[in-house]
């Protein structure tokens, strides 16, 4: 029995398919690296700029990758997934998802900021959500402000909320990123990131636990002084205690985080993304709960 509502279960309800997510690093930068916001990025974010090659040659390798391993049967979305993909001109944008959506793919998901959302830029994005599936993936990590503070990320959950909401009022679907177990965080503001994303009713959300990788500046705070992280148990317990008070309709996206395994610094259990699903799998089948069973408007 599914007890949650997965990417998968989605992609083949509604457009019964799987879908492969081909990513795409359209070559952005970042306003909290590059000096606009700040030059050291969030404190848990560990993103190196890669060599980028074309947006097509990026597509046919994992294009037939996918093929191999699911058969012909598929949907191909680009996920714009490196950095801040709307900070840049509105035209270069258009040009850089026009060129994906020549490659012939069935949807864009397309990870940014709050604070990366003007208003021609959302002109771009609705005009292409006419044509084909777009959603907009933010990284909302929480709604608590010291938190966000802390984590350095240069903007407030406020302008988070304002960009969800013109996202929303344009009909452009929105997912969200949440981390749980970020230090000093306790289930309460966990719970309440929940409440957001169902007051929001967002498309989606993502649920990583905080992981630390080699170069970020939260891993080199970590090294001069340990603090602690969740155990695996406690972030099974704590993401099983979340999904019944989620929306049913709200898709998962992720239920963990999935850390480059040489870049990885700690928790070492993060490395294992499926004995992570599996265990909180395990947990909403002993608990006897489903996503949604909790779940109370406003709550
Ligand atoms: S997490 Fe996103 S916004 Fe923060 S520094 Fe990394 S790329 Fe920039």
Redo the contacts with the bound molecule.
Sequence with gaps: MQRYNDFHSYSLKTYGKKTARLTVDGGFT????DGTVGVG??A??A?KPQPVEPIGVQFTDQMNKAREKWGENLRFVAYFSA??NTYESPEKLKERFEEAILLDVDGLMIAT?GDCLSAPVLDILEEMSKRLEVIVEL?MQTTNEHTILAMG?GYSHQSLENAVDALRARNIPVLLHLIIGYPGETMDDWMDSVSFCNNKEVHGIKIHSLFLEKGAALTRAYEREPFSLLSKEEYEEAVAEIIPHLHKDIVIHRLTGDPDREQLVAPLWARDKLRVISGIRKKLKDKKVKQGEHYEKNN
Excluded: E
């Design positions: 970042c306003p909290n690296r990025g969030c848990f974010c993103a950095f801040t900021r990284g990320r």
